[in-house]
């Protein structure tokens, strides 16, 4: 969660880990039992990398935070993938998303393809896909740490897991539109 938050920055990264801890373990007894312990956790990371961020006077542009942001406007998946009005069920996939098996070998390409993707999501998206799906939080858990609303969580979550599949599709040469004849 810290290289997700810190942009991948891994001495940074390790030293708000680091800090985290101590202080977790020092407001052990003050945790008061209105949240999960991991959840109690995460929000003290993510008041060191604040504090952090702010001690070493860095700023985030206001463009690339919150909804609406970079390329978070328009539509999250191709319209191309769908029916269109002509078609006998408009607005329905023309096909659905493909599964994919990957084999040994290439893994580990994926993974980084992966990585990189997250890296690159705008800040919110990356917080919700690495709680969401790389530290298996559940949403109440995201919600909480983040202080977002149920609906805001899930629709970054919905726009970074779009993006992740776009680059899956990319990466393994998948084409995502095959046309009805």
């Not at 052990?28 to 929000?43: C, D, N, P, Y």
């Not at 993974?111 to 917080?127: G, K, S």
């Amino acid at each position: 969660m810290a290289r997700s938050r810190v942009g991948g920055r891994a001495s940074i990264a390790d030293e708000c880990a680091q800090e985290a801890w101590v202080v977790f373990l020092e407001s052990l007894a003050r945790w008061e039992g209105r949240s999960t312990l991991r959840t109690f956790l995460v929000g003290i990371l993510l008041n060191v990398i604040r504090n952090k961020v702010r001690s070493e006077a860095r700023s985030v542009p206001l463009s690339s935070v919150g909804p609406g942001s970079g390329d978070d406007v328009g539509p999250t998946v191709d319209p191309e993938r769908f029916a269109p009005e002509a078609h006998a069920w408009p607005g329905h996939w023309v096909a659905p998303p493909q599964g994919w098996s990957v084999d040994p070998a290439s893994a580990r390409e994926l993974r980084e393809t992966l990585e990189e993707t997250i890296a690159a999501l705008p800040p919110a998206q990356r917080d919700v896909v690495t709680m969401r799906d790389v530290l298996g939080f559940d949403a109440d858990e995201t919600c909480n740490a983040l202080g977002l609303g149920d609906t805001h969580q899930r629709v970054l979550l919905h726009r970074g897991r779009a993006k992740l599949r776009r680059a899956i599709e990319s990466r393994l040469g998948l084409d995502p539109v095959r046309r009805p004849t």
